[in-house]
């Protein structure tokens, strides 16, 4: 019985194989089973799924997170990369059809040849085309296309990382400009009751109660204050050229909304089970879709050391004269397979795919990293909420201490029962106090913005998408 070629192709295309591992999720992966701090992380919800509109009550600093979302150049410049990658998986899933191409050309000589050949003019016109087929029996375009997809998810998760990075980022420097404020503010006020304790001691000085030495120390704490004001301002400042790049736009003045102190937070903030990071936070996932583009070239580099069988085709017309190029007997044409068996190159194919086996472990290393960061994350800011609650607490309680000692303390100079040195140790005391009572409430809130980004808020775990606020949100 004769056996067709047809009939031994569709067998060999049967019995198609793909060469390497499987991708699998590390089983390996280090996972915490709880958080340390059982308190904070009720494990019925989780943070990450509030709306970020629901974590910034403040509806001035929302309308600037949207236009950074809309605006910034990081992310426009995330977006042009994941359509780059999409771009590169479209080329890559074209190598499994037909290569088609067409040439054609005309050439015409006069007087060139004729001192060697006699002949004086010739012609030559073509007209042709050809095909080129491989048959991926090893699998290596399927490795390369699964590889491909594989960028192209990394690609979009970076984008998802990145949007992340956005929003946390307008929110931490918007909680310190307001913070400047009120930097600006409390140093203004020192200046004005240090301007005030200097016209007291100028007062007793001239009047033969005190030495110059209070006039002196209070012409330098006066200065001191001044140039305090001077710094919050430029700080200040500074800070708002920081958002207006953020915004995707030249540095100006920024609006304002409630003050620090009354920027609600919520007050309960569970952190859910360790194991959602693993499909919630962007990077993760960018990294596990890494190790999974950096596991396809394992198979796409041992399929390279299989024989490449593909199919050739080529036909077309060609004549001595351009007139004739059509005419019956100037036609031509070819089908043949082609066998390449790469035996010169076998030593680099195998330094190949020990290439991509040792890149697959770094990816490895890389996404277990990024996985035990996380988690490291996520438990660095569940206790910075909870001690900076504390903190905040405390500092505010000194604050208000700080303020009636230096009521008591002018009160006692002014009567003669204290030097003027309690009274500006006094007001440095209440300076001191005022600012890290100010520092402490936006560090207690910039934790809790920490710890949504280090759960990966704002992604909807159904869609997969940014949630993003209705019209009257």
Same mark, same amino acid.
């Given at each position: 019985?004769?056996?067709?070629?047809?009939?031994?192709?569709?067998?060999?295309?049967?019995?198609?194989?793909?060469?390497?591992?499987?991708?699998?999720?590390?089983?390996?992966?280090?996972?915490?089973?709880g958080w340390r701090d *059982?308190?904070?992380?009720?494990?019925?919800?989780?943070?990450?799924?509030?709306?970020?509109?629901?974590?910034?009550? +403040?509806?001035?600093?929302?309308?600037?997170? $949207?236009?950074?979302?809309?605006?910034?150049?990081?992310?426009?410049?995330?977006?042009?990369?994941?359509?780059?990658?999409?771009?590169?998986?479209?080329? !890559?899933?074209?190598? /499994?059809?037909?290569?088609?191409?067409?040439?054609?050309?005309?050439?015409?000589?006069?007087?060139? +040849?004729?001192?060697?050949?006699?002949?004086?003019?010739?012609?030559?016109?073509?007209?042709?085309?050809?095909?080129?087929?491989?048959?991926?029996?090893?699998?290596?375009?399927?490795?390369?296309?699964?590889?491909?997809?594989?960028?192209?998810?990394?690609?979009?998760?970076?984008?998802?990382?990145?949007?992340?990075?956005?929003?946390?980022?307008?929110?931490?420097? /918007?909680?310190?400009?307001?913070?400047?404020? %009120?930097?600006?503010?409390?140093?203004? *006020?020192?200046?004005?009751? $240090?301007?005030?304790?200097?016209?007291?001691?100028?007062?007793?000085?001239?009047?033969?109660?005190?030495?110059?030495?209070?006039?002196? !120390?209070?012409?330098?704490?006066?200065?001191?204050?001044?140039?305090?004001?001077?710094?919050?301002?430029?700080?200040?400042?500074?800070?708002?050229?920081?958002?207006?790049?953020?915004?995707?736009?030249?540095? @100006?003045?920024?609006?304002?909304?409630?003050?620090?102190?009354?920027?609600?937070?919520?007050?309960?903030?569970?952190?859910?089970?360790?194991?959602?990071?693993?499909?919630?936070?962007?990077?993760?996932?960018?990294?596990?879709?890494?190790?999974?583009?950096?596991?396809?070239?394992?198979?796409?580099?041992?399929?390279?050391?299989?024989?490449?069988?593909?199919?050739?085709?080529?036909?077309?017309?060609?004549?001595?004269?351009?007139?004739?190029?059509?005419?019956?007997?100037?036609?031509?044409?070819?089908?043949?397979?082609?066998?390449?068996?790469?035996?010169?190159?076998?030593?680099?194919?195998?330094?190949?795919?020990?290439?991509?086996?040792?890149?697959?472990?770094?990816?490895?290393?890389?996404?277990?990293?990024?996985?035990?960061?996380?988690?490291?994350?996520?438990? +660095?800011?569940?206790?910075?909420?909870?001690?900076?609650?504390?903190?905040?607490? &405390?500092?505010?309680? &000194?604050?208000?201490?700080?303020?009636?000692?230096?009521?008591?303390?002018g009160l006692r100079y002014?009567?003669?029962?204290d030097n003027y040195l309690?009274?500006? %140790?006094? !007001?440095?005391?209440?300076? +001191?106090?005022?600012?890290?009572?100010?520092?402490?409430?936006?560090?207690? $809130?910039?934790?809790?913005?920490?710890? /949504?980004?280090?759960?990966? @808020?704002?992604? %909807?775990?159904?869609?997969?998408?940014?949630?993003?606020?209705?019209?009257?949100?």
């Amino acid at each position: 019985m004769r056996t067709r070629p047809g009939a031994i192709l569709v067998v060999l295309l049967l019995a198609g194989c793909r060469m390497g591992p499987n991708y699998e999720r590390p089983k390996t992966t280090p996972v915490a089973t709880g958080w340390r701090d *059982t308190a904070q992380t009720l494990r019925d919800s989780s943070f990450a799924n509030v709306p970020w509109w629901g974590v910034f009550g +403040d509806t001035t600093l929302q309308t600037l997170i $949207r236009r950074a979302l809309k605006e910034n150049r990081d992310v426009h410049v995330a977006l042009a990369r994941v359509n780059e990658a999409r771009a590169l998986l479209g080329i !890559q899933r074209l190598e /499994y059809y037909p290569q088609i191409n067409v040439q054609a050309g005309w050439r015409k000589s006069e007087g060139a +040849d004729s001192l060697l050949t006699g002949v004086t003019n010739s012609e030559m016109a073509w007209l042709g085309g050809g095909l080129s087929w491989e048959l991926d029996l090893w699998g290596r375009l399927r490795r390369l296309n699964e590889a491909a997809a594989a960028n192209l998810l990394a690609t979009e998760e970076g984008r998802k990382s990145l949007i992340l990075t956005v929003v946390s980022d307008v929110a931490r420097a /918007y909680l310190e400009m307001i913070e400047l404020d %009120d930097q600006v503010a409390i140093t203004d *006020t020192q200046v004005v009751l $240090r301007r005030q304790s200097l016209d007291v001691a100028r007062a007793r000085f001239q009047g033969g109660l005190t030495s110059e030495m209070d006039v002196r !120390q209070g012409e330098n704490a006066l200065a001191v204050a001044e140039g305090s004001a001077s710094r919050a301002l430029r700080q200040r400042a500074q800070k708002e050229n920081e958002i207006s790049v953020l915004l995707g736009r030249t540095p @100006g003045t920024i609006p304002r909304g409630v003050p620090l102190a009354q920027q609600g937070i919520p007050t309960v903030v569970p952190a859910g089970l360790p194991s959602d990071l693993l499909t919630r936070r962007p990077d993760v996932r960018q990294a596990e879709e890494q190790l999974r583009a950096a596991n396809a070239r394992i198979g796409a580099a041992k399929a390279a050391m299989f024989p490449t069988i593909s199919l050739t085709a080529s036909g077309g017309t060609i004549s001595d004269e351009l007139g004739s190029l059509f005419k019956d007997g100037t036609g031509f044409w070819r089908i043949a397979p082609n066998l390449l068996q790469p035996i010169i190159n076998t030593g680099r194919n195998r330094k190949q795919i020990a290439a991509e086996r040792a890149r697959t472990e770094a990816a490895l290393a890389q996404y277990e990293k990024t996985v035990l960061t996380a988690f490291r994350e996520v438990e +660095d800011q569940l206790v910075a909420v909870q001690r900076f609650r504390e903190e905040a607490a &405390a500092a505010a309680r &000194a604050s208000t201490a700080s303020r009636r000692g230096v009521q008591l303390a002018g009160l006692r100079y002014e009567g003669g029962v204290d030097n003027y040195l309690a009274l500006l %140790d006094a !007001q440095r005391a209440q300076l +001191d106090a005022q600012l890290q009572e100010s520092g402490l409430q936006r560090q207690y $809130r910039l934790a809790v913005v920490q710890l /949504y980004k280090a759960l990966g @808020g704002g992604w %909807d775990p159904v869609t997969d998408t940014l949630a993003l606020p209705n019209r009257g949100q």
